[in-house]
């Protein structure tokens, strides 16, 4: 449900930087647009981990470590969608009634979200279950492949917001005002989701055409294999849009390097650091005494 309603919200956050009455927004209203942008930027990309740790790290298989991965990860992530979420809520009441109204609405949501999805925290069961590090269910071929296919629905949504934000703005007016190599990393960037959302579907055409509807370990690597590659597409798709709203927001300078960063900052986290915890958990299990 997280991962839903941040993509849903990063869609129409690409899509405000390029609406006519962006221009007529004051320096303060801007800040915020901008704000709530790499909040929900960072919310996805950080929920992103959990499918790439699971296809990478696990290879498809449930464990304790795994399981405190992503709980730890969803502590985490729902601060920054709480920040984007009250930023967003601050900025359209401080078009409809003014900056009072709107500090007051971006703090009241900033404060319910913290309390109904941090208050929880506060309670906690005395009894603290302890699972070995390394403990492993069996996971069935049949679990596996609902876990797998249940990531690819995950992922496709963002793809989805992204590609229709990217599709829209090519008839807006603000986009015609933009230099032609910003357009082109537009088109490069639209080609690199919509090339994610075809691989995304991929497993379930593959699911019914060639294993007509059997679970099968070869349709397993299959769909992880799409998923990774469709993490890998996303990278440059959701970096490549950042640079054209920088560039739109009039930070033409610092679009560029920050949009690079955020690129080898996704690939690191998605793939770099996946496959070293990887390397390192085989070699730990090497060393064990049989």
């Not at 464990?63 to 009250?86: C, E, N, Q, W, Y």
């Not at 003014?98 to 925290?121: E, K």
Request: proline share 4%; hydrophobic share 55%.
């Amino acid at each position: 449900m997280l991962v839903l309603g941040a993509q849903v919200l990063l869609g129409f956050q690409y899509r405000a930087f390029f609406e006519q009455a962006y221009d007529k927004l004051g320096s303060n209203e801007r800040a915020l647009q901008l704000a709530a942008l790499f909040a929900l930027l960072i919310t996805i990309s950080s929920l992103f981990l959990i499918a790439s740790r699971h296809r990478i790290v696990e290879k498809g298989r449930d464990t304790a470590r795994f399981h405190r991965f992503a709980m730890m990860l969803m502590r985490f992530v729902l601060f920054p969608f709480a920040i984007g979420l009250s930023f967003e809520l601050a900025a359209a009441a401080y078009r409809i009634g003014g900056a009072c109204v709107g500090a007051a609405s971006g703090t009241l949501t900033l404060i319910a979200a913290f309390g109904f999805w941090y208050g929880p925290f506060a309670v906690r069961d005395r009894q603290q279950h302890q699972e070995p590090e390394d403990a492993m269910e069996e996971t069935s071929l049949e679990q596996r492949t609902v876990e797998v296919l249940t990531e690819a629905r995950v992922l496709l949504p963002g793809a989805q917001a992204l590609l229709g934000f990217q599709l829209a703005i090519v008839l807006m007016e603000a986009f015609e005002r933009l230099p032609e190599p910003v357009k082109i990393v537009h088109l490069v960037s639209l080609g690199f989701v919509a090339l994610a959302t075809i691989v995304l579907m991929a497993p379930a055409a593959y699911h019914r055409i060639v294993e007509r509807g059997r679970d099968t370990e070869r349709f397993h690597d299959f769909a992880s294999r799409m998923l990774l590659a469709a993490l890998a597409l996303l990278g440059p798709g959701f970096c490549g849009d950042l640079y054209v709203v920088l560039y739109r927001a009039g930070y033409p300078g610092a679009a560029l390097p920050i949009a690079a960063v955020a690129l080898l900052v996704l690939y690191g986290a998605w793939f770099g650091a996946m496959f070293w915890l990887r390397r390192r958990r085989t070699t730990r299990l090497q060393m064990k005494p049989a």
